[in-house]
């Protein structure tokens, strides 16, 4: 049985709309995230596409000590809020202790668990105790079929509100590759399954301190994944990539997003219509 997913106005999930998850990696600023949601917004409404607004407030797993972080809990969520309240959009942040989980869900329409952080047992449970919808990241270490095990933390704590992210499994040193096979084998667990389709493109760490990015191939993958079977798609957007704070080498151009959204729209309506 698949399960549809409540966000904001929207039901999401089998039969439900394609969607999209967008926004900064990190928060650089106020001013700056709400600039970036109501752009979003403003094409997002303009294509019909229900759109969650994302962005961190600690980036805690950045690959140096001297990388910037983000404003932090308490900034940070009251940054969201205002974008919640002020312009509209359901928003998703992440977390990266237990700790984290309450504050952040008395914010966020969505909770998300880091992929690194896809087997932390304490983390998922109180994230599924939380009455948030929790977007679990599928770890670069696990199989398609392991992120079963996180699933089912979440729904130990009698959450079944739950996301699943594809976002590349580690190939070699320094690379991502996206099994589209994986789409099809964690629809098995009965939610939405998402493609991230930036955080797929980079090369971590490829830069020495800090990650590298391929962002010529962010269309090529999320066309595919949205044939494949992706409910929706993820992608880390900024208006200027190489001046962000973070994940500069993979973001998208925030220009390129609404083109780029709507051939996404267009395709996931061709590929429903083909089942």
Known sequence: MRRKVKIGPWALGQGGPFF???GPCVIESEGHALGVARR????????????????????????SVHSFRGPGLERGLAV???VRREVGL???????????VEPAAAVCDVIQIPAFLSRQTDLLIEAGRSGAVVNIKKGQFLSPWEIGHAVEKVESAGCHRILITERGSTFGYNNLVVDMRALAIMKAWGYPVVLDVTHAVQLPGGEGKRSGGQPQFIETLARAGVAAGADG??????PNPSRALSDAASALELSRFPALAKRLRDLSRFARQLK
């Open 20 to 22: 999209l998850i967008a």
């Open 40 to 63: 979003l917004r403003g094409a997002a409404k303009r294509l019909g596409i229900p759109l969650i607004f994302k962005a961190s407030f600690d980036k805690a797993n950045r690959t």
């Open 80 to 82: 969201l809020g205002r």
């Open 90 to 100: 359901p928003v998703l942040t992440d977390v990266h202790d237990a700790r984290q």
């Open 233 to 238: 798609v993820f992608m880390e957007v900024h």
